[in-house]
Structure formats: structure tokens, C-alpha cells
């Protein structure tokens, strides 16, 4: 069966679509992905009035959700790229973003081994806590970081190909960009900040 | 008196070469400003084995001395601009970097005035050094994630005229930024890290 259409230029609609899809795809992956979900992560085990073992479970799963979110992300943008021919892995963003996900990767394979399952001995829990917690700023920092660039990055291309460089667009990237800074900010200031409840093995350990 | 050439065409050079001046200006300020000189400056107070008052003069003084560097880093970027009809502040990069400085500014005076002179009761003192320290990393790490924005952005505009994505000095440029990144990492880690002697007001307040 087939329509009295064409089948070539339709397939190119579908390809097309399917790039701004991939486009459109990677910010939000990323920005729902590491930056807010990862967020939350690191915010619900310092301030959910839950028990511990409660907390972990919730802070590892949404750190999976994340991670697993970073690699459908990392994933988009190479589709897009090859199905665009654009270079892959010559930026300064993607060589960070591919640092951000491994690292990311490392730290919650880490942390499910020594804190979760099988899990470490008291010795190694507490030994290793504040440099989960350290590590862990660290990754978070820079994948903020590298969404900043990813903002600046397209939107140069962007402006570079006729946007209007005051316009409104424009605007609403950086806008979005200072919001995600802020955001990270205040991930972190919640960590450095004083508990609600005291707990051993709780952040203000560092 | 004339020698024997026009002066418009040589104007031109002139003009051109405080140009590219302008343009290695800004990166070379920057860096050696806000980000090595301020990064010593964190580094000294915490570790110098010297005497508080003599740590927190070379603190101010390093910090004076990153801050004048920064400002004309501002200066050389609106001058090369405006002599090469660019447009102003229209990049997260310029977003930022201003408000690195302004932040950077109010934060020195603010230290200057509570902690050296006239300098603010124990009990401002005392208040006030967890959050001094505090915001002094917020702006140190925002100064960081805005170096990395302009080698991105200044390699963006130079691939897009044709630089090679995957030549020399696009890894320079690159590998200079994870420099960057490392050398600000290891500056908060300072901090964050044991004191080798113990100090009432010490960093690690924190």
C-alpha cells in the first residue's frame, strides 16, 4: 500500500524533524537531567525529613535518572551531529561534557558500592564521605559549567548565522543560562548550609 | 616635519596592531588577573606561615592587584570593540564577566572595611567570615566559568572564519581553558583542606 506521495522528500520532513527533535532534545535532556534532577539529588539527602536508608534510596535513584538522562543527551547531540555532518568532540563543551558524564558515571558507581550495596565498612563510609560529598560539588559545578558553554556555544552559531544579537531570543538563551547558574548556586549553598536534623553521616560532615 | 609616507594607511597599522594588542590583552589580564593572582591571593591566607595581619595584607594587596588587572581587562575588551564596530554586552560572557567584576569590587571593599580598616566588631568579624568566604569562591568559580565562556566563544568566532576545529591551536586554546578549570579546582581545594596551623579566623571557619 502507498500514498500518491513521493517517499524521498517525505523521508527528508522525517530526517528534518527528526535533527530539530535531536536539537531541541539535548538541552532539555541536560538541563532536566544533570542540572535539576541532579539537584534535587543532591538536595533531598540534606534536607528531606525522611529517614536515612530512605534518603539514600532517593538520592541514588534520582542520580541514576539523571545519568541515564546525561547519556540519552550526550547520545542526541552526536545523532544530530552525524546526521548533519557537524564535527564531532572539537569544543570546549564537549570535551567537558563527556568529562561531566564519566566522572558522574564513576562517582555513583562509587557511591552505590561503599554506601548502599554491598557497602563499605564504617572505616570507609565515614573516610570516604566528605570526598563523595567534595567529588561530588565538583562534577555538579562542572556540569553547570558546561551547560553555560553549551548556551553560549549555540547561541553563537546562532548570532553568527544572522540572530539578532539583542534580540529576544537571545536574551531568553542567556536569561536561561544566569537561571541555571543560580540554580546550581543555591544546590550548593543548600549543602554548605546548616542541617535540619542532625545525622552522622550527613553532608556537614565536609 | 614629514617623513615621505601617507599617515592614513600607516594609521591603519597602528590602529591594527593595538587591535590584535587589545585582543591579547584581554585573555593575558584576565587570566594573570582574576584568575592566578586572585587564586594566590585566596591560597596565600590560608597557607603562607606567616602572621595573620601580614597574611591579610598580601591577601588585600593581591587581590587589589587582581582587581585593577580585571578592570582593565574590561576596558581593553570595550576598546577593541568599539574600534572593530563589535557589538557590546550582548554574550553571557560579557553578562557575566561584568558581573564578576561588580561582585569581585563589593567584595573587596566589603573586606577591606570589616576586617582591615576601620574593621568591624569581633562580632561582625566573626559573623561575617563564613559568608566573606563563601561568596569569595562563588565569585572565584564564577571568574573560572567565565574565562572558560571567552576561550570558547573567541574559538567559536575564529572556527567559524575558518580555523581549524581539530588544529593546534584550537587545542591550545582548549587545553589552556582545562588548565584554567584545574588551577581554580585546586584553589577552592585549598581551602576547603586542612590548615597546616591552627587559626581563630582561619578559612577553614567554613
Not at 525522611?50 to 541514576?64: D, M, R, S, T
Not at 564519566?102 to 564504617?122: A, H, K, M, N
Not at 558553554?149 to 553568527?160: A, I
Amino acid at each position: 500500500m502507498a500514498i500518491g506521495a513521493k517517499a524521498l522528500p517525505i523521508s527528508f520532513v522525517a530526517h528534518f524533524l527528526g535533527i530539530v527533535g535531536a536539537i531541541l532534545l539535548h538541552p532539555v535532556l541536560m538541563l532536566i537531567g544533570l542540572i535539576i534532577l541532579g539537584g534535587e539529588a543532591i538536595i533531598s539527602y540534606k534536607c528531606l525529613p525522611l529517614k536515612k536508608p530512605e534518603k539514600k534510596l532517593i538520592h541514588l535513584v534520582l542520580h541514576a535518572i539523571a545519568l541515564i538522562l546525561g547519556i540519552i543527551g550526550v547520545y542526541t547531540a552526536f545523532k544530530f551531529h552525524n546526521e548533519s555532518n557537524i564535527a564531532n568532540l572539537y569544543s570546549l563543551h564537549s570535551w567537558l561534557g563527556i568529562g561531566v558524564i564519566v566522572l558522574y558515571g564513576i562517582q555513583w558507581v562509587y557511591g552505590f558500592l561503599v554506601f548502599f550495596y554491598p557497602g563499605g565498612t564504617t572505616a570507609i563510609r565515614s573516610e570516604s564521605i566528605p570526598w563523595h560529598v567534595l567529588f561530588g560539588i565538583f562534577i555538579y559545578v562542572l556540569a553547570v559549567g558546561t551547560a553555560t558553554l553549551g548556551y553560549l556555544e549555540k547561541l553563537t552559531f546562532l548570532e553568527s548565522n544572522g540572530l539578532e544579537k539583542y534580540g529576544s531570543e537571545a536574551f531568553l538563551v542567556n536569561f536561561t543560562a544566569i537561571v541555571t547558574i543560580l540554580y546550581g548556586t543555591f544546590v550548593i549553598l543548600t549543602i554548605l548550609s546548616q542541617p535540619h536534623q542532625e545525622d552522622e553521616y550527613s553532608y556537614s560532615a565536609i
